[in-house]
């Protein structure tokens, strides 16, 4: 719920969905606007003069088509120049230009050649030229339906569009035309859904809870991290960010906007109060949680903490680990290290004693021989 996008929460209102229906996106703004739709988009569309079948040549040569200033010739050769294989070569060629057949039921001169613009507008508009065939009988093309550009007014504004949805007339807001009325005033109204947007601020408030939930639950005395001071500073930068004011309008907190942080860590959330404040200030509320370029609101300087801290190559949950990693592996080589002293030290005393055994051995040995003599 940090950016444009995932805060957007706005709808858009035709008064007559039979002539225009709408979206509104991330950039929208609320407002109300008066529409009349006069003209819709059209794809241009061309038809021949009937032939007695699908495989009545054409004749040889070339089939231009031109779009927009760009001219596309099409090659046909003897034994592929039918109406079917013109029809074919016209699909394949990627011109912009869809061409089919049409069998009109007649028992002569019942097949056509229809040549229909892949898109709408005037941009779309193209022109052919046979008068390269010969030997067969060249399509002869007649328009039957133009290319037209969508034009309707906004307020008093005549905007012209070459398909007939429209997404830069009004900032943020997806105009799709359905039908032309020149004589037909509506309405189209962008408003807040106040519902939606509460339903965000809800998820966000007990995401936020969910997190605080876990961490009181590893910090607790027999916990893993109780005491770990990764956790201690998580908490703090968090409920810094949380309990700072941001930018310079009448609303710079989340508590104006009925968020509050509780003694315990745990936000507390007024349904009521936010709607008002939506209501009443709906871009400063939005500013309180998103980022625009310009302006960071709390809620993205929160997701920017949380990025920083859970980084996997630099962040501070990182380095915690790799300190307690790197403890771990100083206190495992110190416990190698007074294992190799204790075994020193127990096989220099092994053998000062085995030493020693020796020793008194011949001692005793000496002690005997000297009794043995003492007696003569």
């Known amino acids: ?157 005549t905007v012209t569009s070459q398909t007939n949805s429209i997404a830069n007339a009004i900032e943020g807001v997806t105009l799709d035309l359905e039908g032309a009325d020149a004589l037909t005033t509506f309405s189209l109204d962008v408003a807040v859904d106040a519902s939606a947007l509460k339903d965000k601020a809800q998820a966000f408030v007990d995401a936020y809870n969910d997190v605080f939930t876990y961490v009181n639950q590893q910090r607790s005395d027999e916990a893993t991290l109780n005491g770990d001071r990764s956790v201690r500073s998580a908490v703090d930068r968090i409920q810094r960010i949380m309990t700072t004011a941001t930018g310079s309008g009448d609303i710079t907190m989340l508590s104006q906007a009925g968020i509050k942080q509780a003694e315990d860590g745990f936000l507390t959330f007024d349904a009521n109060k936010f709607e008002e404040q939506v209501a009443a200030d709906y871009q400063g509320v939005r500013n309180l949680f998103v980022s625009d370029g310009t302006h960071q609101g709390t809620v993205y300087l929160l997701g920017v903490a949380l990025d920083d801290m859970t980084d996997s190559v630099d962040g501070m949950l990182k380095i915690s680990r790799d300190a307690m990693d790197t403890r771990i592996k100083t206190s495992e080589d110190r416990i190698v290290r007074m294992e190799r002293l204790v075994d020193s030290y127990e096989a220099r005393i092994s053998a000062e004693f085995t030493a020693m055994e020796t020793l008194l051995s011949q001692l005793q040995s000496q002690g005997s021989a000297l009794s043995s003599i003492s007696t003569f």
């Open 1 to 157: 719920m940090d950016s444009p996008s995932e805060f957007a929460s706005l709808s858009a209102i035709s008064g007559d969905e039979d002539l225009l229906t709408a979206s509104a996106g991330s950039l929208a703004q609320p407002g109300s606007y008066s529409v009349s739709v006069e003209q819709l988009a059209a794809a241009q569309k061309d038809r021949s003069q009937g032939y007695d079948a699908s495989t009545s040549s054409v004749g040889t040569g070339t089939f231009s088509i031109t779009v927009d200033g760009a001219t596309t010739d099409i090659t046909l050769a003897p034994g592929a120049d039918s109406l079917a294989d013109l029809k074919t070569a016209i699909n394949e060629s990627n011109v912009g230009v869809t061409a089919t057949i049409i069998y009109d039921g007649s028992e002569t001169g019942g097949y056509h050649l229809v040549m229909t613009a892949e898109e709408e507008g005037t941009d779309a508009a193209f022109s052919i030229d046979a008068s390269g065939l010969s030997g067969g009988t060249p399509p002869t093309i007649t328009n039957i339906g133009a290319a037209l550009n969508a034009t309707l007014t906004i307020d008093g504004l």
